[in-house]
């Protein structure tokens, strides 16, 4: 809960410190225990916002929020009315399995997804009672007196009261992948971004360097963190592209089955006299035929295979609607820090005193690489000046890196860290430097100074003080002419303009150890030793993820909190910009009208200096311009932009709660490239739900023509409702679920996303429906005709009728493997329970023709060879229509071409 209802409108940060205890009724000793109590019963825990798991049941009634599955209930309430139990009990069965299957896997990826909210879960260090207490986290309350050490996570919004040295890692919140520098005696305006309030530190953020005390103004959901997890809470997702296409989908199928139920019935009783009883009965008939019973397993199914394949590829899938959403996603809107690069401040240029310019490899803090020069790797040792440059990074350095068994670790600022990382790829080990040159003096940075130094004493050399900061400062301090020094001012403006942060380094050697009580203000007559230029390296396949999604049709777009000039250097490397004016800022933003906004979506590909509130403007706008539109990120910065995209992927490793929680999807290495992996799989899941959608509506349809023809024209019904209910269920059923096993095709990265706005029917499917149900439908019709006129009985012909179409369904499952290529092309080997899936249902047809209680049931009988031989040969001609109309499409349309136009204009 927040103090903010005793604040007036000046923020926390822009108040002079005496004022914030005034106004908090604190003391710079702290708060009593019996203060504190009533503190915190008054405004609440210092919790973030939780969202409870879903429980088993939860899980399970969301299975029924789909609109197929509503039309699979009405199917079930109508065989009810009509005393057809038998069909009702095996809608319900379909049903409670689609429910099951469901709520199993989005419960295995909610175990394995769902992060605990740790951001709070900490011991703070207060002052109660006139003494230092180590507290739980959720015990502090505004007004307490909190002590801040490097190491420590800042339990709640915090007013500095005094700082020493202070350096803040704040990426969670900005993006900023370098500490900030704090100090509690600054003011500062109070339009002053969240970037740059340097008298605050906020929840969640982590201590780098030096020492302070402040004082907790906002706890739990009034921190900034907590503001950014109540908004997720309270906001909604976007919708998944799939749910969007099943929703309309279910709704056109839903038209088209009461439409003709109806218009057969009011047909059937004003023209060919039936009873209203009889007409009930054809019309749940039509109802079981034309609805797909199987699809909600079969796209369950489907979904849950791709889920798992992107699990083994990187990708955990939250939502099992949100497993195609990447493959429909036609803009990826990725933050930077943590995401496309490493948040691991790395050494990539060094330009020493004698001019040499030499590159170091590697990513991240790991000092795995080498130094080059023009290339080539060099021997440091063989570079006098580089190694005294190293050795200077290693000595002035309050980092620690070093190896624990087989694994890199590290504590301290960034830059130092990085500077270890240098030193050790050039020989310098900083364990083995610290203690053969031993420490006599320091002079900890401070932003003020904007310099560090530290004073060692070396062996048979005497002492040597070692200095690092910012070029300007450390090049006041060095000896040479003004020219000199102008020359290296240009050389660090340069690299900076190329997005590095540049740290000068010098030294200067004592005849005798310098008195530190007698040492200078500042350090004086330093040789200069050079410049390291760093950088926060692009993650490995970074670049090649992007190239792949650009192949792919989808624009990749970058959203930071970080500097323009830092952003440009990265966006440069990806290959996103090239110059200053194709990076628009926080502030441009702000300025700008949501009509220009998205206009500027359609070329603009970087953005820098956004706020969270920026970023979510940026989705929302996008998504106006008619995208589909999938957030990456890690930080809780990231976290309302996620929740309101269309899909929302997490970092899994790096990535904060409140960014995992907001997500559909989550990487679970961290690795952009993986995305692409996502999108390829998505797509895949995708193709298959098509190829499961269209192998049941053409039956389906098939089924219905055949009904509605033959109640029109006086036939008897040739299939009876729980015929129908077993092709659709058993037969068909089994086939469709396997082939959701179908693999790609190989094609997947290689096709633009679905225009958003896609219909799941385009011509293709479209024309292959219909060609399918008319050759099925025509030739089971004329067959059925031909039989009674030929003296067959209605239950034989409808036992023909029925095998029939099981050997249609039996082969059509071929039509099915692919919507372009040839079934003769595609190996049954690529798919082997698909092979399986299909011998098991001509098997179970086989038995009810010969098991007794099966023969009862169905109404079913044995056949002769010769009706075998017949239906056999008659089935076929569904794969020779389909292969011709495959082999048309392809001469019309290329082998690329995706069939998606359209039939109507999607809304």
């Avoid at 489907?302 to 429909?328: D, F, N, T, Y």
């Avoid at 860290?417 to 030193?423: D, H, K, P, T, Y």
């Avoid at 603009?604 to 706008?621: M, N, S």
Wanted: charged share 20%; glycine share 8%.
């Amino acid at each position: 809960m927040s103090a903010e209802n005793t604040v007036p409108a000046t923020p926390w940060y822009a108040r002079e410190t005496d004022d914030v205890l005034r106004i908090l009724k604190a003391t710079p000793g702290g708060l009593t225990s019996e203060e504190a109590q009533k503190r915190l019963e008054h405004y609440g825990a210092n919790e973030l916002p939780k969202q409870p798991a879903p429980t088993i049941v939860a899980l399970f009634w969301r299975q029924f929020r789909s609109p197929l599955i509503f039309i699979l209930v009405g199917a079930a309430v109508l065989s009810l009315a009509a005393g057809e139990h038998i069909d009702a009990f095996f809608i319900a069965v379909v049903l409670i399995l689609n429910a099951v299957i469901g709520c199993i896997q989005e419960w295995r990826a909610e175990r394995n997804a769902r992060a605990l909210q740790q951001l709070l879960t900490i011991q703070a260090i207060v002052l109660r009672d006139g003494e230092v207490q180590e507290l739980p986290a959720d015990t502090v309350v505004p007004g307490d007196i909190i002590i801040l050490e490097a190491g420590n996570r800042v339990p709640a919004d915090v007013r500095l009261l005094s700082s020493y040295n202070v350096g803040i890692d704040e990426s969670l919140l900005t993006g900023e992948s370098t500490a900030v520098a704090k100090n509690a005696e600054l003011m500062i305006g109070e339009d002053t971004p969240l970037a740059e309030r340097t008298t605050m530190a906020f929840a969640g953020s982590v201590v780098i360097r030096g020492r302070a005390k402040g004082i907790i103004v906002e706890t739990g959901s009034a921190t900034i963190v907590g503001q950014l997890a109540r908004s997720i809470a309270e906001s909604d997702g976007g919708m998944p592209p799939l749910m969007y296409r099943l929703k309309r989908f279910s709704q056109i199928v839903g038209i088209v089955i009461v439409g003709v139920a109806t218009f057969t019935g009011i047909v059937g009783i004003l023209w060919r006299g039936y009873g209203i009883e009889e007409m009930v009965l054809s019309s749940v008939a039509l109802m079981v035929a034309a609805i797909p019973e199987g699809l909600p397993i079969a796209l369950t199914v489907a979904l849950a295979i791709a889920a798992s394949r992107m699990g083994k590829r990187g990708v955990i899938v939250r939502r099992l609607a949100a497993v195609e959403g990447l493959g429909s996603c036609t803009l990826i809107a990725t933050d930077k820090t943590g995401t496309l690069t490493c948040n691991e401040l790395t050494v990539r240029e060094i330009l020493t005193a004698d001019g040499a310019s030499l590159q170091a490899t590697g990513e991240g803090f790991k000092p795995e690489g080498k130094i080059l020069s023009q290339g080539t790797p060099i021997a440091p040792n063989s570079h006098p000046l580089l190694q005294r440059l190293l050795r200077a990074g290693v000595l002035c350095n309050e980092g620690d890196l070093h190896q624990r068994e087989t694994e890199w670790v590290w504590h301290g600022d960034p830059t130092d860290i990085a500077l270890l990382s240098l030193g050790l790829k050039g020989g310098w080990n900083p364990q083995a430097s610290w203690e053969l040159h031993p420490q006599v003096h320091a002079i900890p940075f401070e932003s003020e100074r904007r310099y560090a130094a530290s004073y060692h004493t070396m062996k048979d050399e005497g002492t040597f003080g070692f200095v690092k900061g910012a070029p300007e400062q450390v090049l006041a301090m060095c000896t040479g002419s003004d020219d000199e020094k102008q020359h290296w001012k240009a050389q660090s403006i340069a690299l900076a303009e190329n997005g590095y942060r540049i740290i000068a380094l010098a030294e200067r050697v004592y005849a005798q150890a310098p008195d530190p009580n007698a040492l200078p203000l500042e350090p004086e007559e330093l040789t200069f030793l050079g410049f390291v230029g760093m950088i926060d390296p692009l993650r490995s396949g970074v670049q090649e993820a992007i190239r792949n999604c650009a192949s792919a049709g989808i624009r990749v777009c970058m959203v930071t909190g970080d500097h323009p000039a830092t952003a440009l250097a990265i966006a440069r490397d990806l290959g996103l910009a090239t110059n200053v004016k194709e990076v628009i800022t926080g502030t441009d933003i702000e300025q700008m009208p949501v009509e220009e906004l998205q206009h500027l979506l359609k070329t603009v590909r970087v953005f820098a200096r956004v706020t969270p509130a920026q970023k979510l403007d940026i989705v929302k706008a996008a998504q106006a311009a008619g995208e589909f539109v999938a957030v990456t990120g890690d930080g809780v910065n990231d976290a309302p932009a996620l929740r309101c995209a269309n899909i929302g992927v997490a970092m899994g490793q790096r990535g904060t709660d409140v960014a995992r929680e907001a997500s559909e999807l989550v990487l679970s290495d961290d690795n952009f490239s993986s995305i692409v992996a996502g999108v390829e799989e998505g797509r895949i899941a995708y193709d298959n739900v098509r190829k499961v959608i269209y192998l049941l509506i053409s039956t389906g349809a098939a089924e219905l023509a055949l009904l509605t023809v033959s109640i029109l024209a006086g036939l008897p019904l040739p299939l009876l409702p729980l015929q129908m209910l077993w092709l659709n269920l058993v037969t068909e059923g089994i086939q469709d679920v396997a082939l959701a096993f179908e693999p790609g095709e190989g094609d997947a990265l290689k096709k633009p996303p679905r225009r958003p706005r896609e219909h799941i029917f385009n011509q293709l499917m479209i024309e292959r429906v219909i060609a399918a149900a008319l050759v099925m439908s025509a030739i089971a019709l004329g067959t059925f005709s031909w039989l009674l006129t030929h003296g067959w009985g209605e239950a034989e012909a409808r036992n023909a009728i029925l095998l029939l179409m099981v050997l249609f369904e039996l082969i059509h499952i071929g039509n099915a493997r692919s919507e372009k290529k040839s079934a003769f092309l595609l190996s049954p080997l690529r798919n082997p329970l698909l092979m399986l899936g299909t011998l098991i249902a001509f098997l179970l047809h086989l038995g009810s023709l010969y098991i007794p209680f099966m023969q009862s049931i169905l109404q079913t009988q044995p056949v002769s060879l010769e009706v075998w031989g017949w239906l056999l040969l008659l089935a076929f001609s569904v794969l020779a229509v389909m292969e011709i109309h495959k082999l048309f499409w392809r001469m019309r349309y290329g082998t690329n071409h995706n069939g998606t136009v359209q039939i109507g204009t999607a809304p």
